[in-house]
């Protein structure tokens, strides 16, 4: 065949399988004839290379609440995007509908706006008189007083009832919800439940990983079918009782994501995991110019075996109780105690601000840069581990050390000192052989807990690092375990990626030091069901602890053991960790990775307890008596 009739002819296929495909209509199931329709129309939508609905058909009816539900990656959020963006070829114009996308994203600049101000600079809104927006927020909980203040010190609950009031005012017909649960309390979420189930005349379309709120709110479910969209009567459970294959929708669990957590590193005289490996003493918080302190006498302990979900109000404190624990802030009265070796991860509520001045990199190389020194750069640029000008003029009066006179220079390294540890330090206008092994007893008489806690923070990453450098083929092998492979790993940038796919570098950047606690805040505000699923399966094969801030019931009550809620700055615990007397054995070989990849063994000496060191006399003492020779090379 001659290449000119080529082109031709692969029209004619094209246009056939596209008229063919066309008649392929996926009949609804039990529409309700009787209520009028909204909108019955149909479109295709494709993002980048990849068609993601063919020639789909969309009835919607007025006054019902809509679930949008399909398998991980199916355009979910795209369709919702393009809807409220007007870019959505045979959806009904913004004259026709007026859509609203409702989401609390601030701009920086309008941060300081007052409540109301911030409505009327819309440009839709402009000319609608104050006391009509006063009206409309009133409707919603504002008092006049809340009004007046600045939109940005608003938390996640009222920002939403914010938005609510600026659909109404925009008198919308359809209203499109991304994860609406996001950033509300329980009290919250069931605020916004009875709202959208009680709203007159509104259409709703919600895309959530919140089956509950999926259940309550929702009168049909639009499901994701090859391609199509088809549209089932009933809630949740009842969309699952006609499709049993969707009941991924309920289950924390995946099997198309799977995440490995390492094991944590040995710590020293930590014989078993119930044993505390840090604890907060009487501790209480008050912020600079606070009348009253945010977090009041509270006493806890964390394990290896810890399972705790962190549960309260917005502005509780539950993020200023876990500064405290992870070290970012001191407490104003009290003390906290952590093994020195102990290591944290921690992924913040808003999980992309790790990366998001390395998107021009890839997900390998952050990972080489944040650790290339030996040390974390995200720890080392937190606020707390900076000494103030008042904290570098003590640290630099001299201590009295073998009757003289030194002024410290650096803490050099740490080394184990009977049932502690003992610092190298390096004194100024001294050379290196004078260096001086303190106890960390006389270090703490002298007021340098800050300089002992970093110097912990520096050499627990140290020993992990020195058994896994951050080399290429070792961060991939890493990134595998957390369901991302080369092309995405090493071989794209991280503008490039998903919203998913970030998150997974984020939390596997968080666990490369071989964490013994990992901390997560929010966690189901930025990671999928699928995901989600995969994070649940892989706590409960961690050996490490857990703590999680989280409004999401059905996430925490499948992980956690212990709760504990916080209200108004003070703490009251409910459930308690079972206690865990399983003995953490130190491994007799280590495992190290070097820049090729390979994978080399070595044994690890540790001292014999009394007991092995009797055994052994006993055997040295028989076979000397049998004329034998007896070697004791592998006693370390």
Same mark, same amino acid.
């Given at each position: 065949?001659?290449?000119? &009739?080529?082109?031709?002819?692969?029209?004619?296929?094209?246009?056939?399988?596209?008229?063919?495909?066309?008649?392929?209509?996926? #009949?609804?199931?039990?529409? !309700?004839?009787?209520?009028?329709? /909204?909108?019955?129309?149909?479109?295709? *939508?494709?993002?980048?290379?990849?068609?993601?609905?063919?020639?789909?058909?969309?009835?919607?009816?007025?006054?019902?609440?809509?679930?949008?539900?399909?398998?991980?990656?199916?355009?979910?959020?795209?369709?919702?995007?393009?809807?409220? &963006?007007?870019?959505?070829?045979?959806?009904?114009?913004?004259?026709?509908?007026? +859509?609203?996308?409702?989401?609390?994203?601030?701009?920086?600049?309008?941060?300081?706006?007052?409540?109301? !101000?911030?409505?009327?600079?819309?440009?839709?809104?402009?000319?609608?008189?104050?006391?009509?927006?006063?009206?409309?927020?009133?409707?919603?909980?504002?008092?006049?007083?809340?009004?007046?203040?600045?939109?940005? =010190?608003?938390?996640?609950?009222?920002?939403?009832?914010?938005?609510?009031?600026?659909?109404?005012?925009?008198?919308?017909?359809?209203?499109?919800?991304?994860?609406?649960?996001?950033?509300?309390?329980?009290?919250?979420?069931?605020?916004?439940?009875?709202?959208?189930? =009680?709203?007159?005349?509104?259409?709703?379309?919600?895309?959530?990983?919140?089956?509950?709120?999926?259940?309550?709110?929702?009168?049909?479910?639009?499901?994701?079918?090859?391609?199509? *969209?088809?549209?089932?009567?009933?809630?949740?459970?009842?969309?699952?009782?006609?499709?049993?294959?969707?009941?991924?929708?309920?289950? /924390?669990?995946?099997?198309?994501?799977?995440?490995?957590?390492?094991?944590?590193?040995?710590?020293?005289?930590?014989?078993?995991?119930?044993?505390?490996?840090?604890?907060? +003493?009487?501790?209480?918080?008050?912020?600079?110019?606070?009348?009253?302190? =945010?977090? &009041?006498?509270?006493?806890?302990?964390?394990?290896?075996?810890?399972?705790?979900?962190?549960?309260?109000?917005?502005?509780?404190?539950?993020? +200023?109780?876990?500064?405290?624990?992870?070290?970012?802030?001191?407490?104003?009265?009290?003390?906290?105690?952590?093994?020195?070796?102990?290591?944290?991860?921690?992924?913040?509520?808003?999980?992309?601000?790790?990366?998001?001045?390395?998107?021009?990199?890839?997900?390998?190389?952050?990972?080489?840069?944040?650790?290339?020194?030996?040390?974390?750069?995200? *720890?080392?640029?937190?606020?707390?581990?900076?000494?103030?000008?008042?904290?570098?003029?003590?640290?630099?009066?001299?201590?009295?050390? #073998?009757?003289?006179?030194?002024?410290?220079?650096?803490?050099?390294?740490?080394?184990?000192?009977?049932?502690?540890?003992?610092?190298? *330090?390096?004194?100024?206008?001294?050379?290196?052989?004078?260096?001086?092994?303190?106890?960390?007893?006389?270090?703490?008489?002298?007021?340098?807990?800050? /300089?002992?806690?970093?110097?912990?923070?520096?050499?627990?990453?140290?020993?992990?690092?020195?058994?896994?450098?951050?080399?290429?083929?070792?961060?991939?092998?890493?990134? !595998?375990?957390?369901?991302?492979?080369?092309?995405?790993?090493?071989?794209?940038?991280?503008?490039?990626?998903?919203?998913?796919?970030?998150?997974?570098?984020?939390?596997?950047?968080?666990?490369?030091?071989?964490?013994?606690?990992?901390?997560?805040?929010?966690?189901?505000?930025?990671?999928?069901?699928?995901?989600?699923?995969?994070?649940?399966?892989?706590?409960?094969?961690?050996?490490?602890?857990?703590?999680?801030?989280?409004?999401?019931?059905?996430?925490?009550?499948?992980?956690?053991?212990?709760?504990?809620?916080?209200?108004?700055?003070?703490?009251?615990?409910?459930?308690?960790?079972?206690? !865990?007397?399983?003995?953490?054995?130190?491994?007799?070989? #280590?495992?190290?990775?070097?820049?090729?990849?390979?994978?080399?063994?070595?044994?690890?000496?540790?001292?014999?307890?009394?007991?092995?060191?009797?055994?052994?006399?006993?055997?040295?003492?028989?076979?000397?008596?049998?004329?034998?020779?007896?070697?004791?090379?592998?006693?370390?």
């Amino acid at each position: 065949m001659k290449a000119d &009739n080529l082109k031709p002819l692969s029209k004619e296929i094209r246009d056939r399988c596209f008229k063919e495909n066309k008649s392929i209509f996926i #009949e609804d199931v039990d529409c !309700d004839e009787g209520i009028p329709d /909204l909108c019955n129309c149909e479109f295709s *939508l494709a993002y980048g290379g990849m068609i993601l609905l063919n020639n789909a058909r969309l009835r919607l009816k007025r006054g019902h609440r809509y679930g949008l539900c399909g398998p991980n990656g199916c355009g979910k959020s795209t369709l919702m995007r393009a809807i409220a &963006n007007g870019q959505l070829e045979g959806f009904p114009s913004r004259d026709e509908l007026k +859509t609203v996308f409702v989401e609390h994203n601030l701009q920086a600049s309008e941060a300081e706006l007052s409540v109301v !101000d911030f409505i009327l600079i819309d440009d839709d809104l402009k000319n609608t008189p104050r006391k009509e927006v006063e009206d409309a927020l009133a409707d919603v909980g504002f008092t006049a007083e809340m009004q007046a203040q600045a939109v940005g =010190s608003l938390s996640g609950g009222w920002k939403m009832k914010l938005e609510l009031s600026r659909a109404m005012l925009l008198k919308a017909d359809i209203l499109l919800l991304d994860e609406p649960t996001n950033h509300l309390d329980v009290k919250n979420v069931a605020w916004l439940e009875n709202y959208l189930t =009680s709203v007159p005349n509104v259409t709703s379309i919600m895309v959530s990983h919140d089956s509950g709120f999926l259940d309550n709110v929702c009168t049909n479910i639009i499901h994701y079918e090859t391609r199509k *969209l088809k549209i089932y009567k009933g809630n949740l459970s009842k969309f699952v009782e006609q499709k049993p294959e969707a009941k991924a929708y309920y289950e /924390l669990e995946s099997e198309n994501v799977k995440f490995i957590f390492p094991e944590p590193g040995f710590l020293a005289d930590i014989k078993n995991k119930g044993k505390p490996i840090i604890r907060l +003493t009487n501790c209480s918080y008050k912020y600079p110019g606070a009348s009253k302190p =945010s977090i &009041n006498n509270i006493s806890v302990t964390c394990a290896l075996s810890s399972r705790i979900a962190v549960l309260g109000p917005n502005g509780a404190g539950k993020s +200023t109780l876990i500064k405290m624990l992870t070290g970012e802030v001191e407490p104003t009265s009290g003390q906290v105690w952590k093994h020195p070796a102990m290591r944290f991860a921690y992924v913040a509520q808003h999980a992309f601000h790790h990366i998001e001045s390395h998107l021009d990199e890839t997900a390998n190389q952050y990972i080489q840069w944040r650790f290339q020194s030996g040390e974390d750069k995200e *720890l080392l640029a937190k606020e707390t581990r900076k000494l103030t000008p008042e904290e570098k003029l003590h640290y630099k009066k001299p201590v009295n050390w #073998e009757g003289e006179k030194r002024v410290l220079e650096e803490i050099v390294s740490r080394r184990k000192f009977k049932k502690s540890f003992e610092y190298e *330090l390096k004194w100024e206008k001294c050379p290196v052989d004078e260096n001086a092994w303190v106890p960390r007893e006389k270090c703490e008489k002298w007021g340098w807990d800050k /300089l002992l806690q970093i110097a912990d923070d520096r050499e627990a990453a140290r020993a992990n690092l020195q058994a896994r450098p951050p080399t290429a083929i070792a961060v991939q092998k890493h990134l !595998d375990n957390f369901g991302l492979n080369a092309e995405f790993g090493t071989h794209s940038r991280m503008r490039g990626l998903s919203g998913g796919q970030k998150v997974k570098v984020v939390l596997a950047a968080a666990m490369w030091l071989n964490p013994h606690i990992l901390v997560l805040d929010e966690p189901t505000n930025y990671l999928d069901r699928d995901s989600l699923g995969a994070l649940a399966s892989a706590i409960k094969e961690f050996n490490g602890g857990v703590l999680m801030i989280t409004h999401h019931h059905e996430f925490s009550s499948a992980l956690t053991q212990e709760t504990w809620n916080v209200e108004a700055g003070f703490l009251s615990i409910e459930g308690q960790q079972a206690e !865990d007397k399983t003995k953490i054995e130190q491994k007799d070989e #280590e495992e190290t990775v070097d820049a090729f990849g390979n994978v080399t063994k070595t044994k690890i000496k540790r001292k014999l307890t009394r007991k092995e060191k009797k055994a052994k006399e006993k055997a040295r003492k028989e076979a000397e008596a049998r004329g034998e020779y007896y070697s004791d090379s592998d006693e370390e």
